[in-house]
């Protein structure tokens, strides 16, 4: 979730300023930055899209 909060933020904040409180290393954050996302969050993407779609044809 930090990583998520600084990837969202950093248009607008410099990252090595919003690590320090978070307290987390800006190697960390591009590293995550660089890696593919994992099955599950893919998955639970899916989900939300069928969600989305089903709620849509309810209305």
């Known amino acids: 979730m930090k990583y998520v909060f600084i990837r969202d933020h950093r248009g607008a904040f410099p990252v090595s300023l919003m690590c320090q409180p978070l307290e987390v ?23 939300m899209e069928i969600k989305v779609i089903h709620q849509r044809s309810r209305d």
């Open 25 to 47: 290393g800006s190697s960390g954050f591009y590293a995550w930055l660089k890696r593919p996302e994992s099955l599950r969050t893919l998955e639970t993407g899916v989900l």
